[in-house]
């Protein structure tokens, strides 16, 4: 084989690598431990105004008044924007006007973004994130199947280690809840 041809083989298999590393989503497996599955209650009202997260045919609800409470307390001071942030995001929800509203109204196009508007939109999600994780987990968090209040789900959560780590972020967290085989709520996140 000559020189060029090497080259030419080497390019097209790192090419199709990227490509397969690029769609390969640890997220997506379900072959970590389960570390932790316990029952969770759940709040049967909801103090109005509220938003909810929709997911199929389940929705969490969290109060305004929760949600602003859970997300912004004990912030991490070295996130960036972190005062415009909150201004942003408390002041968006105190002008929630109608009784429920799907909480996607605060999650914006982040393509679309640039800078400063593109970090305080990821900061927002993850107070969002942060809200609706903590309304769940200390039961203020009010879920509906198919419309139906829910009193309780099963919390789970697995730990483990990347199969295929690209980078010194390998450990693999990820959480679901879960009543009578529907899925609520789940997240998935990495570090090392």
């Excluded at 960036?80 to 002008?95: A, C, Q, V």
């Amino acid at each position: 084989m000559t020189k060029e041809k090497i080259v030419l083989v080497s390019l097209i298999f790192i090419l199709f690598s990227s490509a397969a590393v690029g769609e390969y989503d640890p997220c997506s497996l379900d072959i970590y431990p389960t570390i932790q599955n316990r029952k969770v209650e759940h709040s049967p009202i909801i103090v109005q105004p509220a938003v909810f997260l929709a997911n199929k045919n389940s929705r969490v609800y969290l109060s305004v008044t929760d949600l602003i409470e859970f997300s912004t307390s004990n912030p991490n001071p070295h996130i960036p924007y972190l005062e415009e942030t909150i201004e942003y995001f408390t002041s968006s929800l105190k002008g929630i006007s109608e009784p429920t509203t799907n909480i996607s109204f605060l999650l914006p196009d982040l393509s679309s973004l640039e800078g400063k508007e593109q970090q305080i939109a990821i900061n927002v999600y993850g107070f969002i994130i942060k809200g609706f994780q903590t309304g769940l987990f200390n039961s203020q968090a009010m879920i509906t199947i198919n419309g139906d209040v829910v009193s309780s789900s099963t919390f789970t959560l697995q730990r483990g280690e990347e199969p295929k780590p690209i980078d010194e972020y390998n450990k693999v967290h990820k959480i679901k809840f879960i009543s009578n085989g529907t899925l609520i709520y789940d997240s998935c996140w990495m570090d090392k």
